[in-house]
């Protein structure tokens, strides 16, 4: 797992945050997940890149639990079992890419 957080004063948008993504020839797709919604556990056959555009969830990868705001980023390699909730009383929005070897 990689998390990087956003440490600039001014969040990005989320179509500077396309175009990060973009820049690294991943493909993307927003995603709006309801106050308190939760992802059971699963796994990928390939690299998850997800970005927070609002709001914030917990990961929980193999029982390390990680809060996500707003600007944060976070690469979860391919097959790790992960798990994911909505941390709050309002929807959260996010833009996931793959990353496929």
């Known amino acids: 797992m990689i998390l990087k957080r956003w440490q600039a004063p001014n ?5 500077q945050m396309k175009m990060l993504l973009f820049a690294e ?12 919604a939760h992802m059971g556990p699963h796994k990928h056959p390939f690299d998850e890149v ?4 609002s709001g914030s969830m917990i990961f929980n990868l193999s029982g390390n639990k990680v809060l996500l705001r707003a600007g944060d980023r976070i690469e ?7 798990e994911m909730t909505v941390h ?14």
């Open 11 to 15: 969040l990005p948008s989320p179509e």
């Open 50 to 53: 997800r970005m927070v555009i």
């Open 88 to 101: 709050s009383d309002e929807e959260c929005r996010s833009i996931v890419a793959f990353k496929v070897f």
């Open 76 to 82: 979860i390699p391919s097959n790790t079992l992960h």
């Open 25 to 36: 020839g991943l493909k993307f797709e927003e995603e709006v997940y309801p106050a308190q």
